[in-house]
Nanobody, 123 residues
């Protein structure tokens, strides 16, 4: 069992930055892929970014590529989402998710989820 807790959300102006954290407890985090998803009101949950557990390879949605960075610190059992050049369309609840297999871009591929943290970008 793995418990995930996100933090770092808030209100920021367009063009600003935020860093989200995902703290994991339970099993060894180093053997889990870590994904980030977001869900805006009235929309489906969408993939944002992913960092694997084998070689820390990263993958990003086209909408955030070049602006967001996913990272992890297994010694701290934590993952991070650095969000730069934020846009109003980035406003959503952001979730971290983990899975011990090889998940990719669909929410159903992840077994463990955090409760989410709100990110609001004002124009």
């Amino acid at each position: 069992q793995v418990q995930l807790v996100e933090s770092g959300g808030g209100l920021v102006q367009a063009g600003g930055s935020l860093r989200l954290s995902c703290a994991a407890s339970g099993r060894a985090f180093s053997n889990f892929a870590l994904g980030w998803f977001r869900q805006a009101p009235g929309k489906e949950r969408e993939f944002v970014g992913l960092i694997t557990w084998i070689n820390s390879a990263t993958y990003y949605a086209d909408s955030v590529k070049g602006r967001f960075i996913v990272s992890r610190d297994d010694a701290k059992n934590s993952g991070y989402l650095q969000m730069n050049s934020l846009k109003p369309e980035d406003t959503a609840i952001y979730y971290c998710a983990a899975d011990p297999s090889f998940p990719r871009f669909r929410p159903e591929q992840y077994h463990y989820w955090g409760q989410g943290t709100q990110v609001t970008v004002s124009s």
